[in-house]
């Protein structure tokens, strides 16, 4: 053998010898995953390592409305802090479908957007959660404190922290084509009311409405305890809703 075809026979070697070390590689990373789902013992677990598997963060969020509670999740499965919250007033508590049904979502979201109002006063998340709070929301429009339906929720509705999530996401909007192929989504002017958006997890200025049916769709937690929650969020945490 020449040398030319010596030397292309041991490149031949050596390029599948790498192809069949990468395909292993592969491999055992996907079984490493599959290993730490199957170690799972509870749905609640499932959902916040498959949410770590596409994630590289530290913590992941997990909302359980049954309980009216928000979770934060460590990587290693270990919840880290506890708050309660209070989420949509509709009392069926089954999946938000589209705007005005005070559903809260259930699903795996993202966090896509963090205002603060202990931000630098001249910065862009400062001045919108300003105006934001700004807004003052009349009961009649079906903005009440909790408990009184004739009391208007006011202004700084949102307080010092508003976390917004990505809804509706392609299953939200699956959902929702379905339910419109099939007659359920009320009309509005003829026209059939869309999915909504501005869902969040956010501040209050209702303290009392924590661990009740309050919201029109978003997460409500005390002020003291949002302000807390951000040292565990950053843009793109995944942000599970679970009914359970």
């Known amino acids: 053998m020449s040398f030319r075809a010596e030397k292309t026979a041991l490149r031949l070697i050596r390029d599948s010898a790498m192809k069949r070390f990468a395909s292993i590689a592969v491999i055992l990373s996907f079984m490493s995953v599959a290993s730490i789902l199957m170690s799972c013992s509870t749905p609640e677990e499932y959902a916040v390592q498959r949410a ?3 994630f590289n963060g ?6 359980s409305k049954l309980r009216f509670t928000l979770f934060v999740f460590n990587r290693e ?3 880290v802090k506890s708050y309660p919250v209070a989420y949509g007033l509709n009392p069926d508590r089954k999946a938000k479908l589209h705007q005005g049904d005070d559903r809260t979502p259930e699903g ?7 205002l603060s109002m202990d ?3 001249s ?6 959660l300003k105006k934001m709070n700004e807004v003052w929301w009349r009961a009649r429009d079906g903005h009440y404190k909790f408990g ?7 202004d700084n509705a949102y307080g ?4 917004l999530l990505d809804y509706p996401n392609s299953d939200d909007i699956a959902r929702y084509n379905d339910a419109h192929a099939k007659g359920v989504i009320p009309l509005r002017n003829g026209k059939p009311l869309p999915p909504g958006h501005g869902i969040a997890i956010h501040g209050n200025n209702d303290p009392e409405s924590i661990g009740k049916l309050a919201t029109s769709g978003c997460i409500r937690m005390f002020n003291n305890d949002i302000i807390e929650l951000e040292k565990y969020i950053v843009l793109g945490t995944p942000v599970i809703i679970s009914r359970d």
């Open 148 to 154: 009184n339906k004739n009391e208007d929720l006011g």
């Open 123 to 128: 910065s862009g998340p400062y001045r919108k």
């Open 119 to 121: 931000a630098d006063p």
């Open 160 to 163: 010092p922290r508003f976390f």
């Open 52 to 54: 770590f598997a596409s």
């Open 108 to 114: 795996t979201y993202h966090i896509v957007e963090i």
């Open 77 to 79: 499965g270990k919840i």
């Open 58 to 63: 530290k913590y992941v969020i997990f909302v």
